[in-house]
T-cell receptor, first 113, second 112 residues
C-alpha cells in the first residue's frame, strides 16, 4: 500500500533561514508527487508537483523540491523563509489510475522574526 | 475566474440532523473529490467521482452520501449515521485521474 510520511508535525525557523520540510513515500511504481500549502481556515493550494522528467522541481513562492528515487523522498526547501510562509504544508502521492491522492499528516511551519 | 466554490463556509447543526454541503466547479473538470480534515490527521478521502452519474467510496465513506448529477456539482450529505461529523470538509477537482487537484475554500461543520 502506498503511504506518505512527513517527518515533524511542527517546524520552526527564523526569518531568512533555510526551510526544509521532509517527505518520504512508499510506492512500488513511479509516483506523482505533490506539495500543497494551507493557510488557516482555507483550502489547499498547489506549491509544486513532480510527474516525470527533471527531478528538481521549482514551484511558487520560491519553493522547490527534489525527487530522489533511491531515498524515496521528496523534501521541500526554500533558501530564505519569510513570515508569510507560516502555514501548514502537505506532501501527497498519487500512484493509481483512480487519481486518488494520499496525503501526509502535514507539517506546520512557524517563522520567527 | 474559474475555480471551486463551497458553501456555506461555516455550518452549525444539531445532532441527528442530516446536512448537505455544496461544491460547485466551473473548471470543466471530470473528477471531483470530498475530503475530511481533522487536526493532526491530514486529509482523508470520503468519496470521489470520475464522471457524471458515477462515484466511488473513499477511505471513510460511512455516514456520508454524494450525488453527481451534473459535471459541475458534487454535493456531500452528512447523515445522522456519521458518529463524529464535526470537521473541516474540503472539495477538490481535477482534469483527469492522477492530475493535480484544485481545492475549494472548505466548509467547517460543527454539530452541537
Amino acid at each position: 500500500a502506498q503511504s506518505v510520511t512527513q517527518l515533524g508535525s511542527h517546524v520552526s525557523v527564523s526569518e531568512g533561514a533555510l526551510v526544509l520540510l521532509r517527505c518520504n513515500y512508499s510506492s512500488s511504481v513511479p509516483p506523482y508527487l505533490f506539495w500543497y500549502v494551507q493557510y488557516p481556515n482555507q483550502g489547499l493550494q498547489l506549491l509544486l508537483k513532480y510527474t516525470t522528467g527533471a527531478t528538481l522541481v521549482k514551484g511558487i513562492n520560491g519553493f522547490e523540491a527534489e525527487f530522489k528515487k533511491s531515498e524515496t523522498s521528496f523534501h521541500l526547501t526554500k533558501p530564505s523563509a519569510h513570515m508569510s510562509d507560516a502555514a501548514e504544508y502537505f506532501c501527497a502521492v498519487s500512484v493509481d489510475q483512480g487519481g486518488k491522492l494520499i496525503f501526509g499528516q502535514g507539517t506546520e511551519l512557524s517563522v520567527k522574526p | 475566474d474559474g475555480g471551486i466554490t463551497q458553501s456555506p463556509k461555516y455550518l452549525f447543526r444539531k445532532e441527528g440532523q442530516n446536512v448537505t454541503l455544496s461544491c460547485e466547479q466551473n473548471l470543466n473538470h471530470d473528477a471531483m473529490y470530498w475530503y475530511r480534515q481533522d487536526p493532526g490527521q491530514g486529509l482523508r478521502l470520503i468519496y470521489y467521482s470520475q464522471i457524471v452519474n458515477d462515484f466511488q467510496k473513499g477511505d471513510i465513506a460511512e455516514g456520508y452520501s454524494v450525488s453527481r448529477e451534473k459535471k459541475e456539482s458534487f454535493p456531500l450529505t452528512v447523515t445522522s449515521a456519521q458518529k463524529n461529523p464535526t470537521a473541516f470538509y474540503l472539495c477538490a477537482s481535477s482534469i483527469d485521474r492522477g492530475d493535480e487537484q484544485f481545492f475549494g475554500p472548505g466548509t467547517r461543520l460543527t454539530v452541537l
